[in-house]
């Protein structure tokens, strides 16, 4: 062998005992990158803010014989105040919201369906609940009449005051 000639190394085919990465990958990427679900759509539903105004870090406190209220948010936040119009057999299609609501009834009635049980709650004009955010749910008309709500929404600053979601696998394709 010349000394002066570096060692000749055989040549490998580097790819061919990593071939099976391959399909090991696109399994890995499909658990880590899942395609994409598709959120429901809404239809005779319209949400209109009335009303929008930001705020600071909020600790509010107000206690009397009969009422006893705290409130504190970290970081900044808004303020909504939406109008909700629901048509004969209108839909919100499935989706949450990233803090909580309170929902005052202001005509007719309407069916909420909440991801976990899928079961219907009706509220009629002079309801009220509170959706404390972060659930998936929907919202629909099946009455005769025009339903409409009036939700004040406290949310952080910056975020979507909805986000749109998937169809749950628990509930009857019906429900859209």
């Given at each position: 062998?010349?000394?002066?000639?570096?060692?000749?190394?055989?040549?490998?085919?580097?790819?061919?005992?990593?071939?099976?990465?391959?399909?090991?990958?696109?399994v890995a990427a499909s658990v880590?990158?899942?395609?994409?679900?598709?959120?429901?759509?809404?239809?005779g539903f319209v949400g209109t803010v009335q009303w929008h105004g930001p705020f600071g870090d909020l600790d509010i406190k107000t206690k009397s014989d009969t009422f006893d209220l705290?409130?504190?948010?970290?970081?900044?936040?808004?303020?909504?105040?939406?109008r909700n119009a629901i048509?004969?057999?209108?839909?919100?299609?499935?989706?949450?919201?990233?803090?909580?609501?309170?929902?005052?009834?202001?005509?007719?009635?309407?069916?909420?369906y909440d991801d976990a049980l899928c079961t219907p709650t009706t509220f009629h004009a002079g309801d009220t609940f509170v959706d404390d955010g972060d659930h998936v749910h929907l919202i629909r008309n099946d009455s005769a009449a025009v339903a409409e709500t009036s939700a004040?929404?406290?949310?952080?600053?910056g975020a979507m005051r909805?986000?749109?979601?998937p169809q749950p696998n628990n509930c009857p394709s019906s429900l859209h």
């Open positions: 062998m010349d000394q002066n000639r570096p060692h000749a190394r055989p040549s490998r085919n580097l790819s061919a005992p990593l071939s099976w990465l391959s399909p090991l990958a696109a880590i990158f899942p395609a994409p679900v598709h959120a429901t759509t809404q239809s705290k409130l504190k948010t970290k970081g900044d936040s808004e303020l909504y105040v939406i048509a004969v057999g209108g839909t919100s299609g499935w989706h949450r919201h990233p803090g909580p609501s309170l929902v005052t009834v202001t005509l007719g009635q309407f069916t909420v004040v929404q406290l949310i952080p600053r909805r986000i749109d979601a």
